[in-house]
């Protein structure tokens, strides 16, 4: 069984920055990718970014493109998500999830709450 547990979220005011971290345990596995996507209250949960690592290619959403960076350790299946310049539409429950193979998302975490004020 695989396990992914975030860490790092939080409030904070808008401009402010958080820096969420994201560690998978259990069997061991290699993965096509890690990403991460949120939920807002009453909205669909959306991708926010995600990362390649067999290029280490990065793809984020237009809304955080410039703002946040996805960052990680493949040897350690672990991913990082440095948001900066952050704004209230920001808030949400933020969720990693770990892709085994290209196409789809295996494993999830049970999420992290960030809060942004105005």
């Known amino acids: 069984q695989v396990q992914l547990v975030e860490s790092g979220g939080g409030s904070v005011q808008a401009g402010g920055s958080l820096r969420l971290s994201c560690a998978a345990s259990g069997r061991t596995f290699s993965s096509y990718a890690m990403g991460w996507f949120r939920q807002a209250p009453g909205k669909e949960r959306e991708f926010v970014a995600r990362?390649?690592?067999?290029?280490?290619?990065?793809y984020y959403a237009d809304s955080v493109k410039g703002r946040f960076t996805i960052s990680g350790d493949n040897a350690r299946n672990t991913v990082y998500l440095q948001m900066n310049s952050l704004k209230p539409e920001d808030t949400a429950v933020y969720y990693c999830?770990?892709?085994?193979?290209?196409?789809?998302?295996?494993?999830w975490g049970q999420g992290t709450q960030v809060t942004v004020s105005s």
């Open positions: 990362i390649i690592w067999s290029t280490t290619r990065t």
């Open positions: 999830a770990v892709s085994i193979n290209a196409g789809q998302y295996d494993h």
